[in-house]
């Protein structure tokens, strides 16, 4: 299993880079392996997370913001999600992992 977060790398907003950034960087500092997508890079992988985002989590108006996190082809959430999982000690069920990754001890 994969987790993908589908990110900008060329974005305006600074509220949409720091949510890039918080995910990312907790995602590395919990040794959780995932795929950075580059939306504004590739329009095919940018028109499949809006695709394969459910109604009820499409924005009244505009389009889905970034960062959008999937766990293979699963829609986990946005950022409100990942952060409300963060905040309730949920994050490996949020992203759909069995358990937290094992950090093998390299003593000889």
Known sequence: MVIKVYIA???GSVAVK???QAVVGFLEANRISFQEVDITMLEEQRLWMYRNIPR????EKGNPLPP???NEDHYCGD???FFQSKEDNT???FLRLS???SVQDSKS
Not at 56 to 59: E, N, R, V
């Open 9 to 11: 790398s060329s974005t």
């Open 18 to 20: 720091k949510h890039q």
């Open 56 to 59: 009820d989590k499409q924005p």
């Open 68 to 70: 959008q996190i999937f």
């Open 79 to 81: 950022y409100e999600d």
């Open 91 to 93: 994050v490996f069920a």
């Open 99 to 101: 358990s937290k990754p």
